[in-house]
């Protein structure tokens, strides 16, 4: 929105009949509006659901688990390995609840088979590495009711029905099992018992409310006054810069500072970073295609197959990690301002040249203010998160470990702290003079979190690791 009213109030100075910038600015919000419609009726007509992802996601772990009970595995799954297929598991099961908030039963069974799966995980790193064949008959009979129950839960994922997981009968009695594969039994034994009490319907819960902070108001919050002004002043120094060189090819410039507008100076950096290497593929595949392909092209069809590529490569590389999605949403769009500008394929290289010098200028811009006034540093929020993280893990040793609403609440809490601190520690390397590493606190609230875990899965006493 920012970015539409802005760049829609600095093209007055350009087009001097009102009439025909009114009419812009119309269909500007026609453009904004149709592609929402095309992208929902795509969405309609190939639906990619939430709850498919998440299945596909822990049918893999599955895998990973079959794998190592088989002995297939070269060694146990490090804690950072373990830790990765959480947060993926988390991040497709938010998205599986958002997908369908109301359905109360349905969300259960989606929290209840996440939580299982993460039980296996954390049961795996305990298994013994000696090879498959080693192992006593009685051992082999344990791995293979479990295979069993891991074969019949996915199934289970691989249907669409809300039908309850039901573990296979154990072809021998699992309770004098090692600990480990005790422990997945367990897990399976309590996904069984969860499914089968899912309430019909449940009314959902009300979102609490937070308290007031006496003496604060939130329009005149100072951090977020400084923050307003710094963004205004990049926003007005690019216009100014491209406005007073009469050069609009490079109104980019502009525009890169709203789109880098960031609390932090570590996260500027990276977003411009991202920015300046997603502009560069982009701005080259629109180059190469200008000046070698699109000569040679004489209908729609070529240039379509010619743009699916490109969007494609973006498509993966956005659809990839979070620190580096950005550069793939920066390709598609730079490539498709500089060939679909006009009702044709573009053939003025001008405009390539323009918009990529305006993006490096933003940056600079955008880098320059938010270093030189008020700067705010990642490495200043690093000790307040370790001591969120920290005070986290203690809430979660003094919980009851084993089947309590209160640990798992705790669990979540500390889990989503320590995704944001490994966020924070992608952003401290963007920062200039930052040298405050969080590999140690990272390292010991994983093992921390992994062993409460254990605790909890084998019902051993509970200690503090």
């Known amino acids: 929105m920012g970015i539409v009213v802005v760049y829609i109030q600095s093209e007055v100075d350009v087009i001097p009949n009102p009439e025909a910038l009114t009419r812009a600015v ?89 939580r299982v799966v993460e039980r296996l995980l954390v049961a795996s790193r305990a298994l013994p590495s000696a090879d498959a064949s080693s192992r006593d008959a009685a051992s082999q009979l344990h791995v293979s009711s479990l295979l069993a129950a891991i074969s019949n839960l996915q199934a289970r994922l691989a249907t669409s029905d809300d039908g309850a997981f039901t573990m296979p009968i154990p072809a021998v009695d699992l309770s004098n099992a090692p600990t480990p594969l005790a422990a997945m039994h367990r897990a399976f034994a309590q996904l069984e018992q969860d499914e089968a009490a899912r309430p ?45 060189v009469n050069w609009p090819g490079i109104h980019t410039c502009m525009l890169t500072c709203i789109i880098l507008a960031l609390p932090s100076l570590g996260a500027v950096r990276h977003k411009g970073t991202m920015r300046l290497i997603g502009a560069a593929l982009g701005s080259l595949a629109a180059l190469c295609a200008t000046v070698f392909i699109i000569p040679h092209l004489d209908s729609i069809t070529g240039l379509l197959l010619l743009s699916l590529l490109v969007i494609a490569c973006g498509a993966w590389i956005a659809a990839g990690s979070p620190r580096t999605d950005y ?34 200028l933003g940056v600079l811009i955008s880098l320059l203010v938010y270093a030189g006034i008020w700067p705010e540093h990642e490495a200043d929020k690093a000790s307040q998160a370790e001591a969120e993280l920290s005070k986290a893990l203690e809430r979660l040793a003094e919980t009851a470990p084993a089947g309590m609403a209160a640990y798992e609440q705790a669990r ?3 889990w989503s702290l320590l995704e944001r601190l490994r966020q924070l520690q992608g952003r401290l390397a963007f920062e200039p003079g930052a040298d405050r590493p969080l590999d140690k606190a990272l390292d010991d609230a994983r093992r921390r979190l992994l062993d409460y875990d254990w605790q909890a899965s084998t019902g051993a006493e509970w200690t503090k690791p």
């Open 327 to 360: 550069v793939g949403f920066q390709m598609v769009f730079c490539f498709a301002l500089a060939l679909f500008g006009t009702f044709g394929p573009g053939t003025d290289l001008t405009e390539i040249r323009d918009r990529a010098i305006g993006i490096v």
């Open 26 to 114: 119309l269909w500007v919000w026609i453009a904004i509006a149709y592609p929402i419609a095309v992208n929902l009726l795509v969405g309609q007509l190939l639906p990619a659901s939430a709850d498919a992802h998440l299945a596909t996601e822990l049918r893999a772990q599955l895998d990973c688990v079959a794998d190592s009970l088989q002995g297939a595995a070269p060694h146990a799954p490090e804690n950072a390995a373990i830790e990765d297929s959480f947060l993926r598991m988390r991040r497709h099961l938010g998205f599986a609840l958002a997908e369908h908030p109301a359905h109360a039963k349905r969300n259960l069974q989606c929290k209840a088979r996440v």
């Open 200 to 244: 019909v319907t449940t009314a959902p819960a009300a979102a609490a409310t937070p308290s007031p902070v006496p003496g604060a108001h939130p329009g005149l919050d100072p951090a977020a006054l400084r923050f307003a002004l710094k963004v205004v002043l990049a926003t007005q120094l690019g216009y100014l810069f491209y406005t007073a």
């Open 412 to 414: 979540a809490d500390a």
